[in-house]
């Protein structure tokens, strides 16, 4: 047992039982290594990274590399999805160097953190051109020991390079009707029209730039950006990214076609992609979209709630076959036989014809993945949903893939904005009580009595890593999305506490935005990423929780911040769009206003509900009745029924409609 044990990341617990002598990533660590004048190995992975467990198998299970790794090393482990920071810092150093990056990350630093040798999976021979690990090493090891001076000029040019990387702002001014219209013609470029999504293999799925094309066409009624956002989702829906049988989706597809997924499943996929298709619904009325919001939204309660209330980070990718071997996707794939074994020979050419099985396979070893294959023809859907629940029970016999319990504040913020808003849309209050349980956890847990947000819980209990900037912004989207479902107003001023706190620790000048606090650990660099990857950037995230909060209270801090914040998407919006889809979805909200909506009425009531389900992009809604309703909500102020009726008041640019009772007035009024 090394030094991991007993510390809250299932990652990294994964590792206590090696034979390799690691650190978690502390002062302690480095200071080690000054003492014994060796360098630090760093090895950045995550607990549902297939190639992150192929390398542990291989390497630092192995007692002979251990042996020669402690001699000669601090070896030093860190969870990603627990200190992102620590992970961008050293992966654009890596990417800087090498020209790509990825998982597990290798970064050989000095005992001042300074990295000098980078590299991702390394093989335990040599393979395709890459030297061994162990060649890796004792090359290291050779550099360190007789050519120092070259590892320090190396050392400190990289630090040097990485220092002059800040962004002073983004752009000047906010993104316009200009930067908006070339970010959707560079989208339109990069657009798969046979197959959906944008650009070629990995396919990743876009759900921020798919919100954007959605908030787009909502203002403007432009066709080809709901067409474009229609028919990704559909093919996404039905190829083997998304799980056929139990709902979700998968990491990413390796192809262009989605028909093989990277089995892992992360909450923040499904959180994203479940919140898009309900807005897909709400825009179009597509059962399907309905059908996978739901699917979605079921399967992260399902498979990803904790006892506590939040939700766990991720399903592995890997879990065991027939034979007992740990391999990728064992647990959803089949062969026609495995088809006839659970559902006889009749059934089982049915479900093989509707699920695209083949006796070739579309994976590996003449297994398929379960897709919905535009070639099935009609189908009998009765028949299609007995297949899938008799299939559903059998799968659920199999070896389950592990799960890392770690409850991350970014990405429960996500699922709760999601479950909230598809709990009300499709009258599901079971999910937004389990997105208010969630909320209450990350209140309880992860503010709990110092008032800064913890990154991370596990089993009820704060981890030690500060919250960075995307965890506000997340969480108060999440907090916002909650109050205007809820009518408590509670949830708006938690957000707006989480929000001063961005102003106040994350915010520079000229709107720029770090990823990490002002009093944050201080590393070699201070990280400062506004491109949206698989999720929303932490600057992108906290100018569109600012712009909303500005909203429901006329705070003009908070507007000031958010648009000081969408600087970097005027610069950034027209050059890379699909790198800087949220930040454009945000922009249209920006562009539209985002519309107030104040429903003095009941929650829940018609007007409430046709006010959650206006398109109008980022709109606001407080909903309550009777005189407390305006201590909850400042836009319920002075908002009084009309005719004794519950009424509605929709306001913009500081004009505000006529007040309205009538819900096809106001549907009209929000694009609905």
Partial sequence: MNRLAGVTSPYLLQHADNPVDWWPWAPEAF????????????????????????????????????????????????????????????????????????????????????????????????????????????????????RREEVAEVAGRIVADLAGRSLVHGGDGVPGESEVAQAL???????????????????????????????????????????????????????????????????????????????????????????????????????????????????????????????????DADSEDAEGRHVEGAYYVWTPEQLRDVLGEDDAAFAAACFGVTEEGTFEEGASVLRLPGDAGPVDAARVAGVRA???????????????????????????????????????????????????????????????????????????????????????????ALAAVTGEGAWLEFAGFLLDIVLEQFTGEGGQLFDTAHDAEQLIRRPQDPTDSATPSGWTAAAGALLSYAAYTGSEPHRTAAEGALGVVKALGPRVPRFVGWGLAVAEALLDGPREVAVAGPVGGELHRTALLGRAPGAVVAAGEGPGAGAEFPLLVDRPLVGGEPTAYVCRHFVCDAPTTDAGELADKLGG
Avoid at 79 to 106: F, I, N
């Fill in 31 to 146: 200071e080690e290594a000054r003492r014994r004048d060796v360098p630090v190995l760093l090895s950045v992975g995550y607990s549902a990274c297939h190639w992150c467990h192929v390398m542990a198998h291989e390497s630092f299970e192995d007692d002979e590399t251990a042996a020669y790794l402690n001699a000669h090393f601090v070896p030093v482990k860190v969870d990603r999805e627990e200190r992102p920071d620590v992970d961008a810092v050293y992966m654009e150093a890596v990417q800087a160097a090498t020209g790509h990056g990825g998982w597990p990350m290798t970064v050989f630093l000095t005992p001042d953190a300074e990295p000098f040798y980078f590299g991702t999976y390394f093989p335990p021979e040599p393979r395709h051109g890459s030297p061994s690990f162990q060649q890796v090493l004792e090359g290291v090891t050779t550099a360190w020991t007789d």
């Fill in 185 to 315: 013609l560079g989208l339109t470029r990069e657009y798969d029209e046979q197959h959906g999504g944008f650009g070629g293999a990995p396919k990743f799925p876009p759900a921020m730039a798919v919100e954007f094309l959605l908030r787009h066409h909502a203002r403007t009624g432009a066709e080809g950006a709901l067409q474009m956002a229609a028919d990704t989702c559909t093919a996404m829906a039905r190829g083997g990214i998304y799980d056929q049988l139990g709902g979700g989706f998968a990491r990413y597809s390796v192809d262009r076609e989605w028909i093989v997924p990277h089995f892992e499943k992360m909450l923040y996929d499904n959180a994203l992609l479940c919140r898009v298709y309900a807005h897909l619904w709400r825009a179009t009325g597509s059962d399907e979209a309905r059908r996978i919001a739901l699917e979605t939204a079921d399967f992260m309660v399902r498979e990803l709630r904790t006892a506590e209330g939040g939700f766990a980070s991720a399903l």
């Fill in 390 to 480: 008799r299939l559903l029970a059998a799968r659920d016999e199999r070896p389950h893939p592990g799960r890392d319990d770690k409850v991350v504040a970014a990405w429960n913020g996500l699922a709760i904005a999601a479950l909230a808003e598809t709990g009300a849309y499709f009258d599901r209050p079971d999910l937004v009580e389990r997105a208010t349980e969630a909320a209450d956890l990350l209140v309880r847990v992860h503010l709990g009595e110092v008032a800064r947000l913890t990154r991370t819980s596990k089993d009820g209990r704060a981890g030690d890593n500060a919250g960075v900037l995307e965890d506000y912004g997340d969480v108060a989207e999440g907090f916002l």
